[in-house]
């Protein structure tokens, strides 16, 4: 296995603190959400992390289009999720990720696609058996090709 890439981050203060990448490209004031008795005057680790997995989604969905030479004119990812706490006081995560696509597709040929795109995201395969994961796939106009 090749080393792609590297990333190193830096926090302090848990989830009223901060976060910054070593480099300084990334830097973050935190704030606990108010559904968890917080003042939300920030963003939270989870917002970070769905919009992490979102993003690192799409890339897999449009990896996969340009190989396989899938019409895919564009696509934007929606993240949802879902925090919850089980009678042990354990945290657990569910996140449902919409995949909105534009193209010369059919649903068959979208579903295809989150599938396979499933099938080598990093992120889905380090939260297997850890994060509920729901994905949709919907045809329509993307935002943003």
Known sequence: MDLVYKAEMLTQGGRSGTIQSEDGSVKFKLAVPTAMGGKGDGPNPEQLFAGAFAACFEHSVRHIAKKGHVPLR?????????????????????????????????????????????????????????????????LDTPVAA
């Open 74 to 138: 564009g696509c934007y990812v929606e993240a949802e999720l879902s925090m919850f706490v089980t009678d042990e006081d354990a945290y657990r995560m569910a996140l449902t990720l919409t995949v909105h696509m534009a193209g010369a597709l059919e649903q068959a040929d979208a579903d295809n696609l989150i599938e396979r795109a499933k099938g080598i995201c990093p992120y889905v395969d380090a939260t297997k058996n850890n994060v509920t994961l729901n994905l949709k796939a919907m």
